[in-house]
């Protein structure tokens, strides 16, 4: 019978030296998707490329059971590290970027040319589900794999972003046109707000306005200094990446797809 622990991160010592923090994730939650996530590791992205092959040895023994096809981890600099690991026979494909900016430097930006045309105003949070949810679904009806990437806020995370005041609408000409959000979250050697939510609505995109409106919530998100806004974005994102570049924000790092010799990927 299975062991639950199983399930459990786990630390692996490498038989080479070194360490490494993983855990069994499976992609969308769907189980013919298995994966390891390597959540820490000792090994720099131009570590050997030994190093490397023995750590996936070892995940590999270590998660026989699960049969992962891929693993996933984090670099600061992810076009050397794709270089690299490919260089020694694996493949590499980005998962995520890692976009972030000093609030107190993205304040000082030049503001989009639609900075006066949107306004923001809180919104309930049942609300903004219900837009976010057309949204998505909107998205999703156009491109299915969007699910795997871009997923709307719960009613219950919606509750927790209007309390904390970091939940609203976006308005244009008085209209509400989308939604956008920030929660408080310092991760990835950060400290600062994460961008939770932001969406127009299908008649106004293509038209600069979530830029407008992210600059609109520099201004009002209760930032210290030394704050960052940071965010993931899916490669295939083009809009939202086009639209954290263009206010100043900056790709800082990425999740990596990594499929070693041998495996079977999916």
């Not at 304040?107 to 639609?114: D, L, N």
């Not at 969007?146 to 308005?171: C, K, M, N, V, Y």
């Not at 960052?228 to 990596?256: F, K, M, Q, Y």
Request: hydrophobic share 40%; charged share 20%.
């Amino acid at each position: 019978m299975p062991d639950a622990l199983d399930w459990a991160n786990r630390l692996l010592t490498l038989p080479c030296g070194g360490w490494a923090v993983t855990g069994i994730r499976f992609r969308g939650r769907d189980l013919t998707k298995p994966f390891v996530e390597i959540a820490a590791h000792d090994a720099g992205d131009a570590s050997p490329g030994d190093h490397w092959h023995a750590m996936a040895d070892e995940i590999a023994r270590a998660y026989a059971p699960f049969a992962p096809g891929r693993l996933q981890v984090f670099t600061s600099s992810p076009d050397s590290a794709r270089v690299s690991l490919e260089a020694f026979g694996s493949q590499t494909e980005v998962d995520t970027y890692l976009v972030a900016g000093l609030i107190r430097e993205l304040r000082e930006r030049p503001r989009s040319t639609r900075f006066d045309d949107v306004t923001l105003a809180p919104i309930s949070a049942s609300g903004a589900s219900r837009l976010a949810e057309r949204v998505h679904d909107d998205l999703a009806e156009q491109n299915p794999e969007t699910r795997l990437w871009s997923t709307p806020q719960t009613p219950e995370e919606f509750d927790e972003h209007a309390a904390a005041g970091t939940l609203f609408g976006i308005h244009l000409a008085g209209r509400l046109v989308g939604i956008i959000a920030a929660f408080r979250w310092n991760a990835h050697g950060m400290t600062g707000f994460t961008v939770a939510e932001n969406v127009i609505d299908a008649p106004h995109r293509g038209q600069k306005l979530a830029p407008a409106a992210m600059q609109h919530l520099f201004e009002i998100l209760p930032a210290a200094d030394g704050d960052v806004l940071w965010g993931t974005i899916h490669p295939d994102n083009t809009p939202s990446l086009r639209n954290a570049l263009r206010v100043g924000r900056e790709i800082v790092g990425a999740h990596l797809w990594l499929t070693p010799a041998g495996w079977p990927g999916w």
